[in-house]
């Protein structure tokens, strides 16, 4: 979805910012390195913002690198249950578009949602208020 290589003047912005810096830590790990599935590291990621005591449809669009659909993911989340299935959802709360390899290594906990979205390499439209409260839930310990 972007390139590789981080954009400085980006990140120095995104650093101070009151919201944005609540993306700054890596993901829990939600999915091995070896595990050819992403639906699993959808339904973990679910799992953790069940605690929110929220009400969203979120859905996780996955490109691959030369931008071909590589699925669909929707969250359902109710306080304290989570739904995930491999489809689109109308209306989300929050659309979350990013790349195999970048949802890769954030799901490894090798990259920050900062970064990602910094560097392109993550996009997301609806709620910011949302997505920070969810991140927080999933870097959680």
Do not use: C, N
């Not at 650093?15 to 699993?40: K, S």
């Not at 659909?69 to 109308?90: C, I, M, N, Q």
């Amino acid at each position: 979805m972007g390139s590789d290589r981080a954009r400085p003047e980006a990140v120095a912005h995104l650093r101070d910012d009151p919201v944005l810096g609540r993306f700054q830590r890596p993901f829990r790990r939600l999915i091995e390195p070896a595990d050819r599935d992403l639906g699993g590291s959808f339904d973990r990621f679910g799992l953790a913002a069940s605690r929110a005591t929220v009400t969203a449809r979120v859905l996780f669009r996955v490109a691959g690198d030369t931008g071909e659909p590589v699925g669909s993911w929707s969250l359902e989340l109710t306080p304290g249950r989570h739904r995930v299935t491999p489809a689109t959802v109308d209306r989300p709360d929050l659309e979350v578009l990013v790349g195999e390899r970048t949802w890769r290594q954030l799901a490894e906990g090798k990259l920050s949602p900062k970064m990602a979205f910094a560097t392109g390499d993550m996009r997301v439209r609806g709620s910011i208020r949302l997505a920070a409260q969810l991140a927080e839930l999933v870097h959680a310990e």
